[in-house]
């Protein structure tokens, strides 16, 4: 990114110049000067769900700062992929401006939908232009484009999307259901049997139908286990408090005891407590 012009002090440009600055080879940080994109990569993944977690619990103070640190991330790798002379920030930014402004033709442009859903359909026709265009002629499968290293339960969902666009689909959330019923039962079997390669396979089948599910729903499966995930805490909180309250800890009590609890935190949830 070039450098900012005389008079102008944005946080941008200084974010960068400080990136730069971590980066540089003579006074620069050691440990920044050590990263790669591979081994950035993880942090960026991680900031991405500190974001997300921030909107969860609704705390704006949280988000403005985890919007940063994912923000710094996007700075890291261009600055990165600068040194190797192969783009900058100011690329990445021209890049994702082209890319709204090409989606977005009936704000752009002259073309007008007459709802929602034939925008959703347009902007998907869009993005296939994009993706062929991308491809060329080395294109081979219509789920070679979802990245290999999204959460697996999200590119579930996509991998089904892809597939579905082409008819490759169950008809109804009736139809999954009874799928998710067959593959529970085989997944049953083979922990009976107790070979753990093949429990491995089975239980990967019941989280794809489950996947599946969730797109015939509408629901991101990733949410709704990051809501699960947060009730569960909230509920084995309470039976550390209630055990607390009473002179014992998890470790000294018995199943029952917390089952009874767990069903006690249960109640005042629904009861508004």
Known sequence: MPPAPAGVDHPIFRLVEIMARLRAPQGGCPWDLEQTFSTIAPYTVEEAYEVADAIERGDLADLRDELGDLLLQVVFHARMAEEEGAFDFAAVAEAINDKMVRRHPHVFGAVRHRNVAEQTEAWERIKE??????????????????????????????????????????????????KLHEEVAELEAEVAGGDVERVRDELGDVLFVCANLARELDIDPETALRGTNAKFVRRFRYIEAELAARGSSPEASNLAEMDALWDAAKAAERAGG
Not at 132 to 154: I, M, N, R, Y
Not at 159 to 165: C, D, G, I, V
Request: no cysteine.
């Open 129 to 178: 232009g994009e993706r062929a265009a991308k491809a060329g002629a080395g294109s081979k499968s219509l789920l070679d484009e979802v990245p290999v290293g999204l959460p697996a339960l999200t590119r579930a969902v996509k991998l089904s999307k892809r597939a579905a666009r082409v008819g490759f689909v169950w008809p109804s959330a009736r139809e999954v259901l009874a």
